[in-house]
């Protein structure tokens, strides 16, 4: 598990707390859904996935809101989606409040020690 939860408390329920690209690259997949069931999407949520040039893949999950769609390129920075996770709200999956989901796969996850 090359991931980190970077948590919000419970801001995500009245504020859109902006996700930033952590680096280039395509968007491969997204995952929406309007369930509050906590597997939904594999425990996920809603969530993406981004590919990077250096073939790196990154996951951002239990978002409140998507932003972006497949095949867009997305620039390093760019506000991709906003934060959710808050418990019984469409989208949260598995999650007990609002956090960030950050996962990296090909790579060291820079936020794991």
Sequence with gaps: ??????????DCVEENIPVYAAASGVITQTFSTNSV????NGG????ILLLHQNGVLTRYAH????LISV???INQGSIIAYMGGYPY??????STGC??????RGAKNPFVR
Excluded at 37 to 40: L, Q, S
Excluded at 63 to 66: A, Q
Excluded at 99 to 104: A, D, K, P, Q, T
């Design 99 to 104: 956090h960030l989901h950050f996962e990296v």
């Design 89 to 94: 709200q469409p989208g949260s999956g598995n």
């Design 71 to 73: 095949g867009q390129y």
């Design 44 to 47: 996920y949520g809603n969530n």
């Design 1 to 10: 598990y090359n991931a980190v939860d970077i948590s919000r408390g419970s």
């Design 37 to 40: 069931n906590r597997y939904a």
């Design 63 to 66: 978002l409140k809101t998507i």
